[in-house]
């Protein structure tokens, strides 16, 4: 029996989460949790360019929230959580982000060498 998932997107504006869409997924046998995130965020972007700032890459993350990137260096996100939108897990078990390298937002090198 297949998993039930369901997923939540959203767009980083200023320093808060705005979630733009979520929903109930039926699970595809041969696509796992992070192919989903990723292609839901695919999606999204596709549907969504004016939300958007150039210069990001899309990463995917598999279920530890410690190994996402900070909210400074990301501009969206698709979570895919384990069971259907109203009794899901508490945090996701795959994660797709849009990040900024930071060489791109021009953050100083903070290897300060004496």
Not at 35 to 57: C, K
Not at 87 to 112: N, S
């Amino acid at each position: 029996m297949a998993d039930h998932y369901s997923y939540e997107v959203a767009l980083h504006t200023g320093d808060a989460w705005r979630i733009t869409d979520t929903g109930d997924l039926a699970q595809v046998p041969d696509r796992d949790p992070k192919e989903t995130a990723r292609a839901l965020l695919q999606d999204w972007v596709l549907d969504h360019p004016r939300d958007l700032v150039g210069g990001q890459r899309l990463e995917v993350f598999g279920d530890d929230p410690g190994s996402y990137p900070p909210e400074s260096r990301t501009g969206a996100r698709a979570w895919v959580f384990r069971g259907r939108s109203r009794a899901h897990e508490q945090l996701p078990t795959a994660a797709a982000y849009l990040v900024t390298e930071p060489d791109d937002l021009g953050e100083p090198d903070l290897d300060i060498r004496i």
